[in-house]
């Protein structure tokens, strides 16, 4: 079983950083994708960033592109999320999630596995 925790949430002024942490037990494999994920109060979750485990290679979604950056390390399954310049358009709960299967698609219901989420707060 997949267990995924997320961590690095906080309050941070407009302008500021943060970095997420999603640390991940259990086999996740080596085709899937690990993903970042937010909702803000009202809207749908969103997906913004996601790493394709098999190349390594990642999307970033235009809202966040150029100022969000998604890594993994692949030896201790950790997923991160390095969030700089925020806006208080990025204040949202965001949440990691995994999916074993190939691909990386946008759609909720493929990501099999989901942690409890982190809440981000931007203030102007």
């Known amino acids: 079983q997949v267990q995924l925790v997320e961590s690095g949430g906080g309050s941070v002024q407009t302008g500021g950083s943060l970095r997420l942490s999603c640390a991940a037990s259990?086999?996740?494999?080596?085709?899937?994708?690990m993903a970042w994920f937010r909702q803000s109060p009202g809207k749908e979750r969103e997906i913004i960033a996601r790493v394709y485990l098999s190349l390594g290679s990642t999307l970033h979604t235009p809202s966040v592109q150029g100022r969000f950056t998604v890594s993994r390390d692949s030896a201790n399954n950790i997923l991160y999320l390095q969030m700089n310049t925020l806006q208080p358009d990025d204040t949202a709960m965001y949440y990691c999630?995994?999916?074993?299967?190939?691909?990386?698609?946008?759609?909720?219901?493929?990501?099999?596995?989901w942690g409890q989420g982190t809440q981000v707060t931007v203030s102007s």
């Open positions: 259990g086999y996740i494999g080596t085709s899937g994708c």
């Open positions: 999630a995994a999916k074993r299967n190939p691909g990386c698609p946008s759609s909720l219901s493929a990501y099999e596995y």
